[in-house]
């Protein structure tokens, strides 16, 4: 076989029809899923088939939305058309590949109705397909061409998401690569200088609407600039903003006008910068467990809460502002979920890896930076709090926001579910474009790696899964600009985006061989932050039984 050999050029009606047949085989499964498991109630007595559909679904979704993305392309008449068409057939012929295999393995726990499997993946057409689809020259043609551009990412969009797109880019190439590998390599904090110039550009209100001091561009806006940010740097400046997205969420959602009107405003200026403190020393993704206590009391006059017990993984809080934070108000640990409320609560900025916040009434709140070997840049703390003093109007919703904090947090975890997604494109993205160069200008063997087959195909495979979690992501966005309580498809954007990242890095650290492992390059850097996205905002195994797999057997 050539080296440059050229397959025939993808059908968009192939791709369709596969697609087709995937969705018939998911829906049955999911139904069949959802009997056997009492709509959803005995999860727990089907956790390793509850995840199979609830991947099988997630990757559906996404190669539904790259065959859109390309079909779209196509129409508009898109100077690489023909590339996403490719990048289309690659991922929905793996899929289709990957399913077809698991269905037949474990073809009793999917207990589909006789001869479905037979009429869709298992058809003499439909398989014929997926061998077109997935052929080896495609992927390396695919790859030689990634390789061609050093893997920039100029994907078709609307003239509006173009001009987002590169102005953020722009921001940063010039003001956020030269500092990534300082902050990370000496877990230096994010300096406020930069902090600044993102206030600057308007990046912390991009979804905060226009009568609250935001730009109000909605999500999708919001998740390109978080992945341009985070193709920069994941951990000093794309993941600067989900905090904020966080909190604003939950004011939307259930705060007060006067809440809005005196945070929200200040939240998209940067005037605050906000920290997330929902998990525990003993409490992880079971967040209706959470023990941490706000108890109802009068200091030096005033009424409000004190807060007693211990926080951990609290990202950047430190340097924050102010700490949305999760707290227990109804002392009956039976309550659970529905005893849960959420409170703004205020400190000064510290900068370094521990600090103490003492109040003049008595309350004190210590932190303690949690070392961890990547991610670095905005530092993650253990907190502990001592009769820590919060006003009454600072319960977020007031009366009526009492011991419902769950609800308005599980809200704000969507968004930052869609807002990883974006953070996981864009370091994929990083790794994508890295390793394209290296790829390109390193020479073994008298030639550049890129002539070898295997490298091609490797590259290949890369681009056609990053686009495919960009395509789902994007398509998440919009979703929520149609529905801010949805939580499904941010959820599978998050969980599929997160894992392309993960094998991304890992994929592209092989590619530049032992320099992959050397500091000299970003790559080692890629592969390190990578590894903490399946984990925050809702751990893998949690994510796809108690948020994806719920949802779709529940019906």
Known sequence: MSD??????????????????????????????????????????????????????????????????A????????????????????????????????????????????????????????????????????????????????????????????????????????????????????????????????????????????????????????????????????????????????????????????????????????????GISVTEPDVGSDVASVACRAEEAEVGGKKGFVINGAK??????????????????????????????????????????EFVMRQPTGGSMTGKADATPGYRGMHSFTLMFEDYFVPAENLIGADKGRNKGFYLQMGGFAAGRLQTGGRASGLGQAVLEATATYVTDRKQFKRPIIEFQLTQYKLGRMAARLQAARQLTYQAALAMDEDESISLVPAMAKLLACDIAVYASQEGQLLHGGWGYAEEYPISRYVIDAQVLPIFEGVKPILELKVIGRQLLAG
């Not at 899923?33 to 390793?48: H, R, W």
């Not at 797109?165 to 500092?179: G, I, K, P």
């Not at 430190?318 to 005893?339: C, E, F, S």
Request: glycine share 8%.
């Open 312 to 353: 951990a993984w609290c990202t950047f809080a430190g340097r924050a502002n102010v700490l949305a934070l999760l707290a227990r108000t109804d002392p009956d640990p039976k309550a659970g979920a529905r005893g849960l409320s959420l409170f703004i609560v205020e400190k000064d900025p510290f900068e370094g890896h």
């Open 71 to 274: 079909r779209r392309a196509a129409t508009a008449g898109a100077d690489e058309a023909d590339l996403y068409a490719e990048e289309a057939g690659l991922y929905v012929g793996e899929v289709a590949s990957r399913l077809f295999g698991e269905v037949t393995q474990a073809r009793d726990e999917y207990a589909l109705p006789e001869g479905l499997l037979e009429k869709t993946l298992g058809s003499d057409a439909i398989l014929g397909a997926i061998r077109s689809l997935c052929a080896e020259a495609r992927y390396r043609a695919v790859g030689r061409r990634v390789a061609e551009t050093r893997g920039v990412n100029n994907g078709w969009l609307d003239e509006d998401s173009v001009m987002v797109r590169d102005s953020v880019r722009a921001f940063a190439n010039q003001e956020v690569v030269h500092l990534a590998e300082h902050i990370h390599r000496h877990d230096e904090l994010v300096p406020d200088s930069l902090i600044s110039k993102m206030a600057e550009m308007g990046y912390f209100g991009m979804s905060v609407p226009e009568e609250y001091g935001g730009l109000g561009m909605g999500n999708l806006a919001m998740i390109m600039t978080t992945e341009e940010l985070s193709r920069a740097s994941l951990a000093a400046a794309g993941s600067l903003i989900t905090r904020p997205e966080i909190l604003t969420k939950a004011l939307l959602a259930g705060g007060t006008e006067e809440q809005k009107s005196q945070w929200l405003g200040r939240a998209a200026s940067g005037e605050i910068m906000v």
């Open 4 to 69: 440059n050999s050229t397959p025939t050029p993808v059908s968009l009606d192939t791709v369709d029809r596969v697609v087709s047949a995937i969705d018939d085989l998911v829906n049955a499964a999911i139904a069949s899923a959802s009997t056997a498991t009492n709509g959803g109630k005995a999860i727990d007595d089907f956790q390793v088939h509850t995840e199979r559909i609830a991947y099988a679904a997630t990757e559906r979704e996404a190669a539904k939305a790259l065959a859109t993305y």
